[in-house]
T-cell receptor, first 111, second 109 residues
């Protein structure tokens, strides 16, 4: 059982470039989330989705976009990358607001 | 002020020690609390989940919540090197989870 799969695991971007972080889950969870984790700062919610076709902003949405066309997939798009977006990004899924299942993370560096 | 605060550590203890990890929170709307464990370069995983004030035990782990003082603790008995990880305290209010910054624990053989 794969759980939550994130790709790529590592990526280096130049300032101004764009990219998409992929996230897929095979647990048929309705809820999916994108977090970023900076050292000592905890996990900050970027965007979340309560089901296919429904997305909403979290605490730190600026500079990011998401879509949820299927239950399984929840890609995160970074437009015009900036050094402040250097972080570790985690995708998570769950059946509600209880236990979340996290992917292994995508480490992004913007130079 | 952060809504959930933790001492970042690292906290270094010898194998077999009793570990106490602590967390304070400021949001009175939190309905329940969780502890997540995060190994290096991995995603967090749920360790403990507790609704109300009082203690909840699961094997070597005990979670304690004191809502009157907004204080949460996680105790680990007979700590093992495999317990070395970062422990994240989490509060839940409605649809949102609020994570603390985490405490890094190192258990030395």
């Amino acid at each position: 059982n794969a759980g939550v799969t994130q790709t790529p695991k590592f990526r280096i971007l130049k300032i101004g470039q764009s990219m998409t972080l992929q996230c897929a889950q095979d647990m048929n969870h309705n809820y999916m989330y994108w977090y970023r984790q900076d050292p000592g700062m905890g996990l900050k919610l970027i965007y979340y989705s309560v089901g296919a076709g429904i997305t909403d902003k979290g605490e730190v949405p600026n500079g990011y976009n998401v879509s949820r066309s299927t239950t399984e997939d929840f890609p995160l798009r970074l437009e015009l990358a900036a050094p402040s977006q250097t972080s570790v990004y985690f995708c998570a899924s769950g059946v509600g607001t209880g236990e979340l299942f996290f992917g292994e993370g995508s480490r992004l560096t913007v130079l | 002020q952060k809504e959930v605060e933790q001492d970042p550590g690292p906290l270094s203890v010898p194998e077999g020690a009793i570990v106490s990890l602590n967390c304070t929170y400021s949001n009175s709307a939190f309905q329940y609390f969780m502890w997540y464990r995060q190994y290096s370069r991995k995603g967090p995983e749920l360790l403990m989940y507790t609704y109300s004030s009082g203690n909840k035990e699961d094997g070597r782990f005990t979670a304690q919540v004191d809502k009157s003082s907004k204080y949460i603790s996680l105790f680990i008995r007979d700590s093992q090197p495999s317990d070395s990880a970062t422990y994240l305290c989490v509060g839940n209010a409605g649809n949102m989870l609020t994570f603390g910054g985490g405490t890094r624990l190192m258990v030395k053989p």
